[in-house]
């Protein structure tokens, strides 16, 4: 039940972080020709987002998970793509 209750605080969060962003863009123009007029709505969108993360890390117990460095780097794995190619 605990997941299920999880999935739909979720699902609402997200509705409302979506139609929030969508509003606040809806009512800012900047008069700049030059940045898009989408641009308030995806920065308000990703600002909600980050606060609801980090609002949500006590609750939900779940890592966030980046590759490391030494994975992205072609040079140390250099043998293994040379060893595969045809």
């Given amino acids: 039940m605990k997941n299920k209750n999880q999935l739909l605080g979720g699902l609402i969060i997200t ?3 979506f139609f929030s ?3 606040i863009g809806n009512q800012l123009h ?3 020709g030059f940045i898009p ?4 709505t ?3 969108m990703i600002i909600l987002s980050l606060a609801v ?11 966030i ?3 490391s460095l030494c994975l992205l780097t072609y040079d140390e794995h250099k043998n293994q793509y040379d060893d595969k190619r045809i």
């Fill in 15 to 17: 509705v409302l972080i």
């Fill in 21 to 23: 962003a969508v509003f």
């Fill in 30 to 32: 900047l008069k700049a």
């Fill in 37 to 40: 007029d989408s641009f308030i």
């Fill in 42 to 44: 995806q920065t308000v």
């Fill in 53 to 63: 993360i980090c609002r949500l890390r006590e609750i939900v117990n779940y890592r």
């Fill in 65 to 67: 998970s980046l590759p």
